[in-house]
């Protein structure tokens, strides 16, 4: 069974640190790029970082300079290393792949 499941979400105050992980199926980790989305309640889901199945990491504009996307291929898991939070980066935070699966979303939450 295919699947993507996401962890390391919480409450933060502004400025603090979260890692969100995200394990992966390996027929749906391998040759993948993959991508961490996250939707604001009222809001649509927008594209926050994605990484190729090489590593090459592309950021939104909103996050760039402080979150960092990464992956581990031997242990089919990618990862979010979010510093300096702000609350406009609460939202569910979901993990995707190329091969076209999307996680069940976890929840972060920034307090200011």
């Known amino acids: 069974q295919v699947q993507l499941v996401e962890s390391g979400g919480g409450l933060v105050q502004a400025g603090g640190s979260l890692r969100l992980s995200c394990a992966a199926s390996?027929?749906?980790?391998?040759?993948?790029?993959m991508a961490w989305y996250r939707q604001a309640p009222g809001k649509q889901r927008e594209l926050v970082a994605h990484?190729?199945?090489?590593?090459?990491?592309n950021y939104s504009d909103s996050v760039k300079g402080r979150f960092t996307i990464s992956r581990d291929n031997a242990k089919n898991t990618m990862y979010l290393q979010m510093n300096s939070l702000k609350p406009e980066d609460t939202a569910v935070y979901y993990c995707?792949?190329?091969?076209?699966?999307w996680g069940q979303g976890t929840q972060v939450t920034v307090s200011s």
């Open positions: 995707y792949s190329s091969a076209g699966y």
């Open positions: 390996g027929s749906i980790f391998s040759i993948n790029a």
């Open positions: 990484i190729t199945y090489g590593g090459s990491p």
